[in-house]
């Protein structure tokens, strides 16, 4: 199961040239505005047409210049999750979830309504209008009313983009159950670093319409040199298992066999975690520290330090837990003697890893 | 309402509505079609389209009853070929709904032009990537998210072709039973001594149906507005 994008076109002032390959799992289209995302989503969608495309999902061919083949959007066999809802308003929930599902007959479902709604929540909306739901709920439907339209492919452009904090959080968990319980590709564009490392198992990062980098998500975000947005933002991701709510208020997490300490987490014991660990909050010492009020600390080996024109640096430390990056200043690595292959410990605060960068997986 | 009314005077306003009906109904496709053309696609002379349409509005009547009787007159370019095939106009009540029509077109095609102009066309692309052919989508999405401005712009183009006087007067004269409609019938009855009172209560029906279709449009337009989600 994989989709194959590849779209090229230099007219409308915009130089566009992506191509690439995504596996079965989620794959996030990230970049800044103007990067070619939405570009690229519509171009597979069906609703814009770029110069050149060929876009092939499961051995489906949808569009191909070379040969003149263009397939119109309604019959790709899509399910889109736009960024506002785009809820019919003269359909009450009920019809808007079964609109595309009555128009693909001859495809195997993906989904029940019943299931749908039992999965969303959305079992007391039925009968409402679009214009009495709340953000978060509107997109609740959506994310239905494409499951519902038996796609190939789910296709989401910055759904979460229109919502504040907390609706955010409300939505993340259902694209979570959406990567790990169907086995359905989704191309998802955002440009939230926070979202790549929660949702990503594949990244193809997009810069000035062209692919600058792709590969699974851990990889890509431990990239010491991958730096989209800024060097404050870039942390590491690292997979984890809740051990143990402690009484203290801490919950213990095991990644790879490496404790670690956070403020209580609401996943049960035993859940697979994602910990976004963001490298300003990591400090590195060259022997193991003692006497200090931070709970994590690992060992590991400088795997590259990566110095940018100003005064930072951003070492990445391989560790048991993986790949952890941690951005210092160019004179405490010189200082510190940091090169590869050196040990060193990685300091990390646990109060700096904030509840909206952990994810179920 | 039929004692109050004699027999010519009721007449006149039975054939008045039956004009009206059939003016709008005729207009309502054709409205649609042109309507959508001048406001989602681009093509040559769209422009010139969008003059023709709205010619009737700023003519003088008699101007565009006189260009009826040219064209769909039986000596007509249009006129003389459909009478081949039995369908005439001129002096028929059928000329009055055709001059009604035409008339009254402009207003039906401004007020879907409208309402078309305020549906966003990401709510059909949504449904093109569910599934939806082009046709449904107009049919499940444009369709219903246009219904007020149509039901609006349909009242309006009735109560304009009831009250059409001079393309018609022009296109099929004023025959009693024929094509004696309302207006008509009005200035008919001022043109003969002692006729104020029939002509007088012409007028009062006159604006019976003419508030009465403001009214029938607004609340249309409400309910729908309310239902579509779009007060």
Known sequence: MSVEVQISQGFQGFDLDVSFQAPAGLTVLFGSSGSGKTTVINAVAGLSKPEQSRIVINDEVLSDSAVGHWLPPHQRSLGYVFQEGRLFPHMNVRKNLIYGNALAKGRAAVVTLDQVVEILGIGNLLERRPAELSGGEKQRVAIGRALLARPKLILADEPLAALDEPRKAEILPYFERLRDEFSLPVLYVTHSIAEVARLATTVVALKDGRVDRVGPAAEVLSDPSFTPMGPRAVGAVLEAKVVKHHEDGLTELSANGVALMLPQLSHAVGDQVRVRVAAHDVILSREAPKGLSALNIVAGKVHSVRAGGGPGAIVAVDTKAGRILARITRRSATALGLSEGVICYAVIKSVSVAPQDIGAR | ?231
């Open chain 2, 1 to 231: 309402m039929s004692d109050w009314l004699g027999p010519q005077e009721w007449g006149a306003v039975a054939l008045s509505l039956q004009v009206a009906f059939w003016a709008m109904m005729g207009a309502v496709v054709p409205g649609i079609f042109v309507a959508y053309a001048l406001a989602r696609w681009d093509f040559f002379g769209k422009q010139f389209v969008n003059v023709l349409v709205h010619l009737p509005l700023v003519l003088p009547p008699v101007a565009t009853g006189y260009l009826l009787l040219v064209t769909f007159g039986t000596q007509g370019v249009i006129g003389g070929a459909l009478k081949e095939i039995g369908v005439v106009f001129a002096f028929r009540w059928t000329g009055a709904a055709l001059a009604a029509a035409v008339m009254a077109f402009p207003l039906l095609v401004r007020s879907i032009r409208l309402s078309l102009e305020a549906i966003n066309p990401k709510l059909e692309q949504a449904a093109a990537t569910l599934g939806a052919s082009p046709v449904r989508v107009f049919f499940t999405v444009t369709l219903p998210l246009m219904l007020p401005g149509l039901l609006a712009g349909m009242v309006l183009a009735f109560a304009k072709a009831m009250g059409e006087f001079g393309a018609t007067i022009t296109f099929v004269s004023n025959i009693p039973g024929q094509t004696r409609t309302l207006p008509s019938a009005i200035y008919a009855f001022l043109q003969v001594p002692g006729g104020e009172t029939a002509a007088m209560r012409l007028v009062v029906v006159s604006i019976v149906v003419a508030a009465g279709a403001l009214i029938l449009s607004e609340v249309l337009a409400r309910r729908i507005a309310a239902k579509v989600g779009q007060a």
